[in-house]
């Protein structure tokens, strides 16, 4: 239930203990590579769930919150059921979004991958989506910066290393080990290149194979290759960490630990740059409804992750359990900073991982619209680390 982005980078800043990346590979046993292969399966459509063919919510009577009629009559946005997407599964769910929209109605589509995702807005199946960092880097520098801008941040942390307590006691014991990761490339993948390589450790970012075998598996799939022994822990975001600690598993390490000031983008806000030169009324109004959702959570965290839990359950069927929900939704931060420098970072490992050419991610962001909402309610502007312009 949290995101796959094949061949989209991602990873941990510079630091001393942290270098360069090392190299992936698909792994080992053969029960792994059966699971490995019932991933990519999952991850070839454009997402789990489609909600195309009908609104999210009623769209309401007049024109947007200010009473003004916007120029599109539909939205389609994109998300994960997944806890770090907290922002659209809250904000959809409260209302929040569609109050800004008005008339303009919501249509969503849940994804399992940010390729997917990124390929989806590309064909404008989607106008607007929450996607990791991997992906809209990947995306933005394969179309030579034409395909899709960030326009916002949502959220930060939510990643954890976790192992099998009788197998790996310590961050020096990894060696020899399997470990799991969402999907080549993807944010969490090269996050743990980053630090094997960092540790001395390397490994093949194409093959997975090395002094630590990463084992690329759908983290629907990661929970069963646990408890069967075909890995020995996992680099993961929520709620997926907390579920392998119900069934043993031992948090080793945070990943916002290993940040500075114990913060780095998770998710953020994309657009196609086509719908943003087209209806820049309709983007601000859903980043309004974006900032909305964000205070609402500050200010309600245990009606949000209610909400947040609800939309779970429509979308996959299952709502998590308490000793799954709370601690996973701890460790997130909902916020509209997108972290701009924390993503060149994860660009330049991702670079060093052997997974991405270097990019030119000048341009990337477009946060004028954001800094307007924030400048209307009284907050600071973000800052867009000077890839704001080509």
Known sequence: MAP???????????????????????????????LTAVALLSACGYGSKSEDDKPAAAAAAGGSASGVKLSADTVKIGYFANLTHGTPLVGLQEGLFQKELGATQIKTQ????????????????????????????NGYSQSNGESLKIISGSASGGVKLVVNPEKIQSLDDLKGKKIATPQRGNTQDVALLNYLAGKGL??????????VSVVRTDNKVTPDAYSSGSIDGAWVPEPTASKLVTLGAKVLLNE???????????????????????????????????????????????????????????????????????????????????????????????????????????????????????????????????????
């Open 110 to 137: 849940v994804f399992n991958a940010g390729p997917a995702e990124i390929e989806a807005l590309n064909a404008g199946s989607i106008d607007i989506g929450w996607i990791g960092p991997s992906p809209a880097i």
């Open 256 to 390: 916002k630990d290993v940040w500075p000031d114990k913060k780095f983008v998770i998710t953020n806000i994309i657009v196609s740059q086509k719908f943003l030169k087209e209806h820049a009324d309709v983007v601000e109004a859903v980043l309004r409804g974006s900032v909305n959702t964000n205070t609402f959570i500050k200010a309600n965290s245990d009606k949000a992750k209610a909400d947040a839990n609800a939309a779970i359950k429509k979308e996959a069927g299952n709502a998590l359990p308490a000793e799954i929900l709370d601690p996973a939704w701890a460790d997130i931060d909902f916020l509209d900073d997108p972290l701009a420098g924390t993503l060149q970072a994860e660009a330049d490992h991702a670079v060093t991982a052997g997974l991405l050419k270097k990019p030119n991610l000048a341009g990337i962001y477009d946060l004028t619209l954001l800094n307007k909402v924030l400048k209307e309610k009284g907050q600071a502007p973000v800052a867009d680390a000077g890839l704001g312009a080509k």
């Open 202 to 211: 390397k490994v093949n970012p194409d093959t997975g194979a090395g002094d």
């Open 4 to 34: 796959n982005h094949a061949l989209a980078p991602a990873t941990l800043p510079d630091r001393p203990t942290h270098p360069a990346a090392g190299r992936i590979r698909r792994s080992a046993a053969a029960a792994v590579a059966g």
